[in-house]
């Protein structure tokens, strides 16, 4: 019989069979899913779907991710100052197409905590003056080496959804979401919007050429674009990333940089002195 998972049992199954004093007790959660696996690989007929097996090899892996590899960086985190007015803060929520936004005191590493919309738009039914603070909601924070399962778990104990990673000196790494832990598992969750966001990210142009955001993914960039490539050194996830990497450096504005090993030309066709925002890709001429 074909077997059905959901997040939720999903959930449930890993908190129930992963304690943090009992932690893979006899069966354990590892035992019990490659037991499940090496079964179904010898049966007539496979009860578990592709998509489905895949799920259960990444619960598997769980145990070794740490949050510092799923984050997102620093330089992405969007936040507001805790003295920001209504309008400020609804701008930046529709701009951001966010449903939860960081607040800190002064500055990005000095967090407050985390707002949420369906909190803030709650407020419009009241006759009361605004104070952010009042919708501030406290977040966990947790080092960059801690393990995803660790706080998943951490999450499900205390109900908080959003984890800032801080640094040895206690500084902002980066942020992680319940999402992002989900997503680790079940694959990316997009709705339409979202679906549409990232294929404007990538265009394809008639001369053949194709014209990338620098945040685009090597994956993003094959689906819609068309065009593979192979990322020189295996830790960078963008074309932005990769495109920095061959430079030593991020170039500028019209600067044309070639990777010999991918066959490819990439013109830069927006940057800032921080990094590259948006770029042309083409086959190099022989």
Known sequence: M???????????????????KQRFREPSLRDAIEELIEEDDCAETQSIAQDEREMLGNV??????????????????????????????????????????????GTIDNVAGVIYLKDVANWFCLNKPFNISVFVKDMLFVPPAMRILDLLLKMKETGMKTAIVIDEYGGVDGLVSFRDLIEEVIGDIRDNEEVKQQRKKVTKVSDGTVIVDAKSTFEEIQKYGGIEIIPEDHSIETIGGMISWITGTVPVRGELVVSQKQNLEFEILDADPRCVKCVKIRKKIR
């Open 2 to 20: 074909k077997i059905n998972w959901s997040i939720r049992s999903l959930i449930n199954t890993i908190g129930g069979a992963v304690g943090i």
């Open 60 to 105: 598997l892996s769980l145990k070794d991710i740490q949050v510092q590899s799923i984050m997102i960086p620093r330089v992405e985190i969007i936040s507001i100052s805790n003295t920001a007015k209504i309008e400020e803060l609804m701008s930046l929520f529709a701009q951001s197409q966010k449903s939860s936004i960081i607040v800190y005191q």
